[in-house]
């Protein structure tokens, strides 16, 4: 009797084997003349050699469906032994950016979203521009995500201007994390709705996922990354410039920002409105608008910025 012996690795032995063990139990039932032990992340199987090459296989393409949609019930467990191939018909539209945790339905919601995520799989450069709520950043990270799971890019860049535009955080308490997190949060909250948040740890830690101050991009070369620029608004002349021309090959830039929140004291041209006008007539550099009709937040924010919009325009 010959042995084979699995590391479930980086994948969450709880998620790979189910509530109660039950995609396990699925699993020992389709394969039910090996003997299958599991223990912590480790399963052994033993058996004759082409059934523990089948068990190989299969066990792959499991783990390959929970690390790309962070989602494995005991439905799709028995779907996918049963198949020859990894593709699942998961039946959703083609607004679905990617599955999140606990199988999550992370989608683009409306027709301007729909249009950022287009524009993001066929531009290098995106600016996506609008009001607060629309989902600007909510989209950019899902597709930096899915950009990830899918290995076109090797890693994911997150950065904003902290504070404002000249980044003056020594007034605040802690080491350089503590003050920075605050700024940082909205980065991490949408990051943990896509990724587990024992695996988005060790991507942070591992660099494969990076969130900095805008400051800490100067003097870099950003290769094999997709990198967002969040509240660009509050970017100077020279932090755009400088960002803009960090892009190195296999790059893709998305800058997130609204013109009509700027920060910046009253004689500091905002960054963000400058590239615009500037840069408008590039090919290859895409600026997709969102508006209030793009809001997906609470249906009173929508009502909110139409007001607003009366008495500053």
């Known amino acids: ?72 019930d005991s439905q799709l467990t028995e779907k996918i032994l049963k198949l020859n191939g990894t593709k699942v018909d998961s039946g959703i539209n083609d607004k679905l950016i990617l599955r999140g945790v606990n199988g999550k339905l992370v989608t683009a919601k409306s027709p301007n979203q729909v249009k950022l995520v287009e524009s993001i799989i066929k531009n290098d450069m995106i600016f996506a521009i609008g009001p607060a709520g629309t989902g600007k950043t909510y989209t950019g990270i899902a597709m930096a995500v899915k950009s990830l799971k899918d290995k076109t890019v090797k890693r994911i860049i997150l950065t904003r201007p902290a504070v404002e535009a000249g980044e003056n955080l020594g007034y605040l308490p802690g080491d350089l994390k503590e003050k920075l997190d605050p700024y940082m949060q909205p980065l991490y909250d949408a990051l943990l709705d896509m990724i587990p948040s024992e695996k988005l740890k060790s991507l942070l830690e591992k660099g494969i996922i990076e969130i900095a101050p805008l400051a800490f991009m100067r003097g870099r070369t950003l290769d094999n990354a997709f990198v967002i620029l969040d509240e660009a608004q509050n970017t100077s002349h020279s932090q755009m410039k400088m960002f803009l021309t960090r892009m190195g090959v296999n790059a893709k830039f998305l800058i997130n920002g609204d013109p009509g929140q700027v920060d910046l004291p009253k004689k500091v041209v905002s960054g963000l409105k400058e590239a615009l006008k500037i840069l408008k007539k590039i090919n290859g550099i895409e600026m997709v608008l969102l508006d209030e009709s793009d809001v997906i937040r609470h249906k009173i924010v929508k009502k909110i910025l139409s007001a607003y919009d009366k008495v500053d325009n």
């Not at 980086?10 to 039950?22: A, C, R």
């Not at 296989?57 to 962070?70: A, G, P, R, V, Y």
């Open 1 to 72: 009797m010959n042995e084979l012996e699995i590391n479930l690795k980086e994948t969450n032995p709880q998620e790979f084997f189910g509530n109660h063990s039950k995609n396990l139990e699925i699993i020992k039932n389709h394969f039910s003349k090996l003997k299958i032990v599991a223990r912590g992340s480790t399963i052994k199987a033993y058996g004759e050699d082409k059934l523990l090459h089948n068990f190989q296989k299969k066990i792959d393409d499991l783990i390959f469906q929970l690390d790309k949609n962070n989602f494995l």
